[in-house]
C-alpha cells in the first residue's frame, strides 16, 4: 500500500501536475524515445503525431492522482490499460524506463517545485501503479495461453478471403496457418495486426473481429483510411491492406483482447441498443451476431449511421438479424445520403444521431447502451444518453484510438 504520506503529497501536487499535464506527457514521450528508442516501435506515431496518445495518458495520471485514495474506482481505466498493453506485448521489464522518464518529464516541467520529497513520493506512486497493472497483464497473458486453441506474441494467418463490404470497406478472413484451433473470444474484441511495411515501419494495429465467435476463421473490416486533409497522408496499414494484400497472404496476428464486450451467457432481458458510426459497426455487429446465436431474448436495437449508401458496411448482415429474430430492430440514418437513397428506402432518416433520434428510437429510459464511430459521433450521443438521463453504468463505448473524454467541456470529473 501507499504510504500516508505519499498519499498527502500526491494529494497536494495534483492540481499542479493536473495543471501541467500534457506538457509532462509530451516531454516524456520525446525523451523516452531519445533515450531508449528500442520501445518507440511499440506506439502508433498517427497518435503520437495528433497528440491523442500524450493525451491519453495525461487523463490517466490525473485520473490516478484525483482518486489516490478511492483506487477501486480506477479498475475500468486498469483494465482498458492492461488488455491494449497485452495486445501490444507490453512485458514488465519495459516499466522502469517508461518510470524512469516519466519522472524526469515531471521534474524538468514541474522545476524547482519538484523537491526531492515529491519525487520520491511520484517514484513510489508509479511503482504501485506499474504494478497493478503488471499483475493484470501477466494474468491476461496466462489466460491467452491456457485458453484452448490460445497463443501469445504473433501468430501466423493465412487470409482466405477479402470481401468488399461498401465503397472503403473490406473483410479480410483469416484462418491460422499451422491449421490449429482458434481460440473464443468475446465478442467486441480487437486482435493486433503486426505487418512488415515495404517502405515504413511501423506499430502494430488493433483491428475489432467483425463476426461473432465460434467460427473457423477470424474476420477483420477494414476502413481504408486516407488522409482527411491535403497534408494527412493516407493512412499507413489500412491503404496496404486494401491495395497490397491478397487472398494467399500470411498476416502476423496477436490474440484478441479488449474489455469493451457483451458476454451473451450473463445478457438478462433488458433490451440492448447498438449504435454504430461508420466502420464503428465492426465490434457490434459481431455483439448482436452473437447474442442472436446464443439465444438472447432482450429486444436489440441496431441503429447504423453511415455517410449513404455507397459507404453503408454490413446492411445484408444487420437486415438478416431481422429476418432471424423478431425482436431485433434495425434503423439505419445517412448524413449525407446519395441521390434516390431516400426515395429507395436504403435509410429510415437521413440527419445525425442526435438526442431527438436517442428519444425516438430508442428504449432509452431501461436500455444498455454500446456505441462506436468516430469521436464527434460518440460525444455527441453520449451528451444525448446524458441529457435523456441515462446512467454512466449503463453507457458502454469503444474508440478505435486511445481512449480520450467522450463529455463535452466542463461535465468531466477530471
Ligand atoms: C480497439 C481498436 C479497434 C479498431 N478496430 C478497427 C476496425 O474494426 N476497422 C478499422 O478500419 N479500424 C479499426 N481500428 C483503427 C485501426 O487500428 C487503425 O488505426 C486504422 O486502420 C488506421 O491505421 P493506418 O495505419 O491505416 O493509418 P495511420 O497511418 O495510423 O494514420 C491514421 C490517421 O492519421 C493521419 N496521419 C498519420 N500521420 C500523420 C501526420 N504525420 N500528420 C497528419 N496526419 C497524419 C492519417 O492521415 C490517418 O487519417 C481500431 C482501433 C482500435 C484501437
Ligand atoms: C503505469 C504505467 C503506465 C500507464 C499508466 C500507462 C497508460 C496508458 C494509457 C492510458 C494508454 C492508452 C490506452 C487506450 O486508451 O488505448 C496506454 C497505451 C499504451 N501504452 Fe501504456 N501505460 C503505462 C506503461 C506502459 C509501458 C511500460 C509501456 C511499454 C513500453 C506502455 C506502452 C503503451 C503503448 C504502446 C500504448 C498504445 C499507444 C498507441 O496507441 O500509440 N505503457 N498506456
Redesign the pocket.
Known amino acids: 500500500m501507499l504510504t500516508p504520506k505519499t498519499i498527502d503529497i500526491i494529494k497536494a501536487i495534483t492540481p499542479l501536475v493536473a495543471a501541467n499535464a500534457e506538457t509532462i506527457t509530451r516531454r516524456f514521450y520525446a525523451l523516452m524515445f531519445e533515450g531508449d528508442p528500442e ?1 518507440k516501435a ?3 506515431q498517427a ?1 503520437q503525431q495528433s497528440g491523442i ?1 500524450q493525451q ?2 495525461a487523463d ?2 490525473c485520473a490516478y492522482f484525483v482518486n489516490i485514495e478511492n483506487l477501486k474506482a480506477l479498475t475500468p481505466a486498469v483494465e ?2 492492461a488488455q ?2 497485452c495486445s ?1 506485448g ?1 512485458q514488465p521489464e ?2 522502469p ?2 518510470g524512469k522518464h516519466l519522472l524526469a518529464a515531471i521534474k524538468e516541467v514541474m522545476g524547482e517545485s519538484a523537491t526531492p520529497e515529491i519525487i520520491s513520493a511520484v517514484s513510489e506512486a ?1 511503482e504501485f ?2 504494478n497493478i ?1 503488471i499483475g493484470r497483464e501477466q494474468a491476461i497473458y496466462q489466460l491467452q495461453e491456457a485458453i484452448a486453441g490460445g497463443w501469445t506474441g504473433y501468430r501466423r494467418f493465412i487470409v482466405d478471403q477479402k470481401v468488399r463490404e461498401s465503397n472503403e470497406i473490406t473483410s479480410f478472413y483469416l484462418r491460422p496457418e499451422d491449421g490449429g484451433p482458434l481460440p473464443a473470444f468475446l465478442p467486441g474484441q480487437y486482435i493486433t495486426l503486426r505487418i512488415d511495411h515495404p517502405t515504413t515501419p511501423t ?1 502494430p494495429r488493433n483491428y475489432s473481429l467483425s463476426d461473432e465467435p465460434g467460427k473457423e476463421y477470424y474476420r477483420i473490416s477494414v476502413k481504408r483510411e486516407s488522409g482527411p486533409k491535403a497534408e494527412a497522408p493516407d493512412g499507413l496499414i489500412s491503404t496496404h491492406l486494401h491495395d497490397a494484400v491478397q487472398p494467399g497472404d500470411v498476416l502476423e496476428i496477436g490474440p484478441p483482447c479488449g474489455e469493451f464486450t457483451i458476454d451473451p451467457k450473463s445478457a438478462g432481458e433488458q433490451p440492448i441498443v447498438f449504435l454504430a458510426g461508420g466502420v464503428g459497426v465492426t465490434p457490434l455487429l459481431s455483439m448482436a451476431k452473437s447474442l442472436v446465436t446464443e439465444g438472447v431474448i432482450a429486444p436489440i436495437h441496431f441503429i447504423q449511421a453511415a455517410r449513404n449508401s455507397g459507404t453503408q458496411a454490413f446492411a445484408d448482415e444487420l437486415y438478416k438479424l431481422i429476418s432471424d429474430k423478431d425482436f431485433v430492430e434495425v434503423q439505419v440514418i445517412y448524413d449525407d445520403p446519395m441521390e434516390g437513397d431516400v426515395e429507395a428506402g436504403k435509410c429510415d432518416r437521413a440527419g445525425r444521431v442526435d438526442t431527438e433520434v436517442l428519444r425516438q428510437w430508442t428504449p432509452f429510459n431501461i436500455g444498455q447502451f454500446y456505441f462506436c464511430g468516430p469521436r464527434p459521433f460518440m460525444q455527441s450521443i453520449y451528451s444525448g444518453l446524458k441529457e435523456l438521463g441515462v446512467d454512466d453504468s449503463r453507457i458502454h463505448f469503444e ?1 478505435f ?3 480520450l473524454a467522450i463529455e463535452p467541456a466542463g461535465v468531466g470529473s477530471i
Do not use: D, T
Open positions: 520501445v511499440f506506439f502508433n497518435h496518445q491519453a495518458l490517466a495520471i482498458l490499460i491494449k498493453h501490444l507490453v519495459h516499466y524506463i517508461v508509479y501503479l506499474a497493472c506499430s474508440f484510438g486511445p481512449r
